[in-house]
């Protein structure tokens, strides 16, 4: 089956600890994505890329940081800088950034600062 | 100003009434709309994708972009239990640009 996945799919973290949220797809798309969603609030956009070892900052990346070795994945690291983790965090992607193209996006990963 | 605006709800319905679900926007240059599906806790699903003004039409659901009023609209027909969910609009100019609505929670009841 193809798809998204995410783990863990629940994440506990203590105060002034980086985490680390998984990204998997084998839909052989280019582009993936990190979006932040709150209650009451869009998603809001943290990271994207557009192909192997390249990535740009989204509207709210201070505290975040990535990576994209691989097409397949794209692994999002929550530092201790990031002051208001708690947050619904979702990766998606699209076969590129420059065409028109849906998003599909995972089941996400639920991050909690203890 | 937000860049989308979308009432939050929630909206309650009886099973197989008509649901009308909107966003307002204010920026002129989005050209791509998008209607997602989101149960509870879990990941958006893509039900309507329009490109630009007009309708679009996919069996219960559809989907109206108005670019002269910055106005979108998702219509669900014979809307059944298993519509309840958050539904979020999104557009965009391209697509690494993607703004999104803070969804509206729709409860159908049977």
């Known amino acids: 089956d193809g798809g998204i996945t995410q783990s863990p799919k629940y994440l506990f973290r203590k105060e002034g600890q980086n985490v680390t949220l998984s990204c998997e797809q084998n839909?052989?798309?280019?582009?993936m994505y990190w979006y932040r969603q709150d209650p009451g609030q869009g998603l809001r956009l943290i990271y994207y890329?557009?192909?192997?070892?390249?990535?740009q900052k989204g509207d709210i990346a201070e505290g975040y940081s990535v990576s994209r070795e691989k097409k397949e994945s794209f692994p999002l690291t929550v530092t201790s800088a990031q002051k208001n983790p708690t947050a619904f965090y979702l990766c998606?992607?699209?076969?590129?950034?420059?065409?028109?193209?849906?998003?599909?996006f995972g089941p996400g990963t639920r991050l909690t600062v203890l | 100003q937000k860049e989308v605006e979308q009432d939050p709800g929630p909206l309650s319905v009886p099973e197989g009434a008509i649901v009308s679900l909107n966003c307002t926007y204010s920026?002129?240059?989005?050209?791509?709309f998008m209607w997602y599906r989101q149960y509870s806790r879990k990941g958006p699903e893509l039900l309507m994708y329009?490109?630009?003004?007009g309708n679009k039409e996919d069996g219960r659901f559809t989907a109206q972009v108005d670019k002269s009023s910055k106005y979108i609209s998702l219509f669900i027909r014979d809307s059944q239990p298993s519509d309840s969910a958050t539904y979020l609009c999104?557009?965009?100019?391209?697509?690494?640009?993607?703004?999104f609505g803070a969804g509206t929670r729709l409860t159908v009841k049977p």
């Open positions: 998606a992607s699209s076969l590129s950034i420059a065409a028109p193209n849906e998003q599909f």
């Open positions: 839909l052989n798309h280019d582009a």
């Open positions: 890329s557009q192909i192997v070892n390249d990535f």
């Open positions: 920026n002129s240059a989005f050209q791509y």
């Open positions: 329009t490109y630009s003004s």
């Open positions: 999104a557009m965009s100019v391209n697509n690494n640009d993607m703004r």
